[in-house]
């Protein structure tokens, strides 16, 4: 491959803006200057910096935040910060976006990748991949909570959920619960919860597919995935039904 295609496919700039780089000599490859765009390297084996610092060639990215709250789940926002604004730049330069949404106010598992055939796969509503959230109730949640969600609840606009599998992890005037939900309509678990008169004060993405959220990561931390959590991933993406 040309040094320009590997430099620009990694979102270093344009061809153009690429050859004023390499034209600077800020381009090395295994330990010598390169100037010329034409290059031909091997993107997976040669030795490559850019201004002192390793260029590790690949497509795609996988990110797995512990998304914090007050953050938006998007690529841009006029008014609030993103979770792509809080990436370290060498990893924003893949033009990630997040998989699917969180609300504002919402924490934990937020899936970050360029790989736009991955989500797309993962989002499908045929997929039914499962998410799992960690939810604090204003109230007692009760046996019939349970059976209301396994039959599937009526939202405010009339839609009626797939069913839900809640489980109590604690309950009184405030109770944690877990739930896990097959779909991902807009602010889904809050109006589930409205829809048997209760509120969600506190809600965490804990789990989505065969992904867990790493517990080790602070609120607004993120980490890579590890090899086999991708491999779980395609491989979950693959599946006609989960
Ligand atoms: N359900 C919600 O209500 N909010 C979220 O952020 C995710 C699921």
Redesign the pocket.
Known sequence: MRIDKMLANMGYGSRKEVKQLLKKGQVVVNGKIVKDGKEQIDPFHDAVTLNGAEVQYKEFIYLMMNKPPGVI?ATEDDYDETVIDILQPEDAVFSPFPVG???K??EGLLLITNDGGLAHQLLSPKKNVP?T?FAVIDREVTDEDIEAFRQGVTLDDGYHTKPGDLKILKSGIYSDIELT?TE?????????FEAVGKK?VY?K?VSMGPLQLDESLELGEYRELTEEEVLQLINVSKLEKI
């Open positions: 789940s949404r969180l609300d106010d919402t998410k959230y939900i991902g309509k807009f602010h889904q678990v809050k109006r589930m969600v809600l993405r």
